[in-house]
């Protein structure tokens, strides 16, 4: 087999990649472990900032989200006996949207398959070779059992977290930095209506709880929760009375309600961060190049921002011009930096530990950051998202 591009995964950033480059007339194969229907119904981002939504609009495949997705004008921060709403739009003049990763996705494989689009699902043992070469490969083996060659210009490795693109760059040329918390999240998904119009991050001694959405009738919620917590220690009671306890029952006569849990699930949290994010003929793009912990919504984000760069770079790259492909790991790192630091800032400002000195700083920066307008301003820039190109 031969492209122009071998995109390694199928979530967003690697069936974004491979619709932007068609859009270019640039011809890719996408390999893919699991199936089309297994990654289409992983729950996890909900909220899109305002340069992801114009980049998608701009593309195409803004149908569906312009019908769909919910603009919300900020958030709410939240402490014991205190809720702040904060005002994006009238802070820093943008919005975010609430819609679904698994929307996104949807949207995705549908144009995909609209365009004819070759993904490979369900492959195995996919291994790099030849990155230093003009003349790199991925081999794989297909769902019977038949191994394969994918022979290519470029490999982009969007295989997230777990995939092997990461450290096919060499021990001693990549350089990684990591942080892992002391917390994880228990998310749930409930067909309940949202008892807020937009989404409550909330501080509390218990812990931290965020009140998100997916539509007028499924709400997403997330309690903070010790390492290692086992989703059958918590019962459905536990779990509502958890949520309506650290959300502020009670609040200006605000109250919670419940409905049936259709999904739960236990995420611990992590920053990680390897560059460079190109070697050779291979680059790596969103969760294969890092990871922040989704207390500020920023993950799916930066994939999307990534690939945004990385299109037009291996573009021009086809046809000769270097220099912006020579220019990507840098210009990308810009933005996954200030995204990390935004998401360990959200994160470590939200989620309490033991010590009660941290505490007392934690209320005070809240305290700061939702009534002065500096303050507020600084976290809606970040949440509402940098341009895309930052
Ligand atoms: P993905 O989505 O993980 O896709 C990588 C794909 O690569 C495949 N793969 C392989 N394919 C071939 N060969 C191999 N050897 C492979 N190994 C792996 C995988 O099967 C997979 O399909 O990475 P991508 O495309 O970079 O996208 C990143 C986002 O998915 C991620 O950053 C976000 O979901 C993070 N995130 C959030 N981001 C936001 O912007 N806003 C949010 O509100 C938000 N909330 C969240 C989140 C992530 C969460 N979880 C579960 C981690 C909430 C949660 C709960
Ligand atoms: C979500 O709706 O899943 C969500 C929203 C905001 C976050 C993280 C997750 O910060």
Redesign the pocket.
């Known amino acids: 087999m031969r492209t122009q591009v071998a995109i ?9 990649l491979s619709h932007l480059l068609a859009a270019d007339g640039v011809e890719s194969v996408v ?4 199936s089309e229907e ?2 289409a119904s ?8 305002q340069s ?1 939504v114009d980049l998608l609009r701009e593309v195409g495949l803004g149908e569906r989200l312009d019908r769909e997705a919910d603009p919300h004008r900020g958030i709410y921060l939240q402490w014991p006996h205190e809720r702040h709403h904060l005002d994006f739009v009238d802070l820093v003049g943008r919005q975010v949207f609430v819609y679904g ?1 698994t929307e996104v ?1 949807k949207d995705l494989v549908t144009a995909a398959h609209a365009r004819g689009q070759q993904v490979v699902y369900e ?4 291994a790099l070779h030849d990155l230093e070469t003009d003349r790199p490969s991925v081999t ?1 083996t297909d769902q019977d059992g038949q191994e394969h060659r994918l022979e290519a210009d470029v490999v982009v490795g ?8 990461r450290s096919a760059i060499p021990d001693g040329v990549r350089q990684s930095w990591e942080r892992t918390y002391d917390y994880s ?1 228990f ?1 749930i998904l409930a067909d309940v209506p949202p008892s807020t119009d937009e989404l409550i991050y909330a501080w509390h001694d218990d812990g931290f709880a965020l009140h ?1 959405m997916r539509s007028s009738t499924v709400s997403r919620f ?1 309690l903070q929760v010790p390492n290692g917590t086992d989703v059958a220690d918590w019962s459905d009671d536990r779990i509502w009375d958890a949520l309506a306890v650290r959300l502020g029952h009670g609040l200006d006569g605000w109250s919670l309600a419940t409905g049936p849990i259709t999904d739960r ?1 236990v ?1 611990p949290m992590r920053s990680f961060v390897q560059q460079p994010m190109r070697h050779g003929r291979l680059f790596l ?4 190049a890092h ?2 912990p ?1 207390t ?8 999307v921002a ?1 690939v945004a760069l990385l299109a037009p770079a291996l573009t021009a790259l086809l046809k000769g011009d270097h220099a912006p492909a020579d220019a990507y790991s840098d210009t990308a790192l810009r933005r996954v930096w200030r995204c990390t630091h935004f998401s360990w800032w959200m994160t470590t400002m939200l989620h309490t530990g033991t010590d009660p000195f941290d505490r007392q700083l934690q209320l005070s920066q809240l305290r700061w950051v939702a009534t002065s307008e500096a303050g507020a301003a600084g976290l809606a820039e970040n949440y509402a998202g940098l341009r895309i190109g930052f």
């Open positions: 390694i995964g199928a979530g967003p950033a690697g069936l974004l390999l893919e472990t699991r297994y990654v992983r729950i996890r981002a909900g909220i899109l900032e992801s990763q996705q492959v195995s043992d996919t794989f969007c295989d997230g977290s777990f995939g092997p693109s999240w998310g998100s997330y699930s995420l793009a969103g969760d294969a990871i922040v989704p500020g919504a920023k993950g799916l984000n930066l994939a990534d």
